[in-house]
Nanobody, 117 residues
Framework: QVQLVESGGGLVQPGGSLRLSCAASGSIFSIGAMAWYLQVPGKERELVARITTGLITTRYADPVKGRVTISSDNAKTTLYLQMNSLQPEDTAVYYC??????????WGKGTLVTVSS
């Protein structure tokens, strides 16, 4: 059974940094992409960053470009999101998603990031 577990969230002051991790357990075949999303209450989940097969192509949402970096270990068992220069508007629950070309999407349960002084 596949499980994704996010960690690394917490309270950080404006201008600070956090590194989120997403650990995957179980076997996920034919990974097409790995991504981070965020969600704030009352709004739909939004893409933050995405990295495609072979860790070749990355894509970032405009609000975070230049401030976040998505990466993965070579085994594709852990996904990371390095976030710098955090602002209050970055406050959200952050979710990781792994897309299997054969089995669809897997989601974690999220980790809360709160940016506040």
């Amino acid at each position: 059974q596949v499980q994704l577990v996010e960690s690394g969230g917490g309270l950080v002051q404006p201008g600070g940094s956090l590194r989120l991790s997403c650990a995957a357990s179980g076997s996920i075949f034919s990974i097409g992409a790995m991504a981070w999303y965020l969600q704030v209450p009352g709004k739909e989940r939004e893409l933050v960053a995405r990295i495609t097969t072979g860790l070749i192509t990355t894509r970032y949402a405009d609000p975070v470009k230049g401030r976040v970096t998505i990466s993965s270990d070579n085994a594709k068992t852990t996904l990371y999101l390095q976030m710098n220069s955090l602002q209050p508007e970055d406050t959200a629950v952050y979710y990781c998603k792994i897309t299997s070309l054969s089995l669809g999407d897997y989601w974690g349960k999220g980790t809360l990031v709160t940016v506040s002084s």
